[in-house]
């Protein structure tokens, strides 16, 4: 019987980079949004939007208020944060 042959370990896929960050002017004040690529995206995340879950390989966006810090930041699902202020409260 051969020896079994060592496989050399594979070297890993660079992440997906995430979009530039942009501001956003929007009547509740200006907003830093960013766009996460589906090949980026590796945790689920709950919308604020819809409450729904933002499964991991879902694109979508990162946004937080301009003139907080990012420890503020929020995952929305795209359509939910472009919709956000049309949403009616319950």
């Known amino acids: 019987m051969s020896p079994r042959k060592t496989r050399r370990a594979r070297p ?50 990162v946004v937080w208020p301009a003139h907080a810090g990012v420890t503020s930041r929020r995952h929305w699902h795209t359509a939910c944060w472009q919709r956000r202020l049309r949403r009616h409260p319950g």
């Open 12 to 61: 890993e896929a660079p992440a997906a980079p995430l979009g530039p960050e942009r501001i956003e002017e929007w009547p509740d004040g200006d907003w830093i949004v960013r766009q996460v690529p589906g090949t980026a995206a590796a945790k689920a995340y709950r919308c604020p939007g819809c409450d729904q879950e933002i499964y991991p390989g879902t694109a979508h966006v």
